[in-house]
DNA sequence: TTATTATTAGTAATAATTACTAATAAGGAA
DNA sequence: TTCCTTATTAGTAATTATTACTAATAATAA
């Protein structure tokens, strides 16, 4: 469970290094993402941002899914679903994502994956990690 | 590297036993996929294969991929770019992404990698897969 | 060869995301 | 506090990737 708290702090902190200002547009959005395990795409954390705030639109909501990702509070779910997944813990897991309804689920590690020593053959190494597919019990039965 | 001969030989029996017929068109995209390790997108594979069937549609390059992942003879690689990139190797390898300019690199590894345990708690498991983020040499500078 | 029907080409439509612009408001300076 | 600067936003238009539609075509089996 995400310490919501300290999500906003961070988010204080990182746009005060980077010059960027502190809008309730992106409190919302951060709230709202770290605040929830199922992973929503963009459309969701519009609908569920409009209920506190009515007035945001869904150009806010995508340009600042892209700050809160560009100062590292949250990320994109690789998957290869048509609508991107976000995800704003930061603790050691990978995905468990359903490729029938899209459902994606955590499953926690001891610690983050070791890339593959192969990989720094190809650049820099900025993050690695596991994806399992899927068909989720709902789906199943 | 990918043995085209013996990837056409699949096709020829996958669309028997699935009642589809082979086409040309699903020939050539599935040997423009498989004769190239750059993991193209359907665009890419559209220009590639008009030179050789100059009639072709650009919906035709997208259903085929769409046949020929069916058939499980080749797959979508994950990433959070926006178009989709495939794949013709089955064999056990995972990919470096450039987060910058898209290009995909193999990864091979001696067997596929075992799922975490606690991936079972939430459905059938079909495929695992790691992914390696960074930012490739040419983007580097 | 012929008949059946899956598949295709060409194009229109949809869905997700990004771009544009005038209005607004965050945060520093006076 | 009040004012200024300019990053950010709301509202909407535009773009991009993908999917759907339809009449024409061609792969396969009889």
New interface residues.
Partial sequence: MINIESKIEALKQKCAEANMRLTPQRIEVLKMIASTDTHPDAETVYESVKEVMPFISLDTVYRTLASLEDLGLIF?????LPK?RYDADLSPH?H?I??KCGAV?D???DSH?E??K??F?????????????????K??G
């Fill in positions: 994109k779910v690789d998957n290869e991107s990978c468990f359903c490729v689920y499953i926690f590690m994956i890339p593959p192969e990989s053959k190809y650049g820099e190494v900025l993050q690695t990690n596991l994806q399992v597919k899927g068909i989720c019990h789906c199943k």
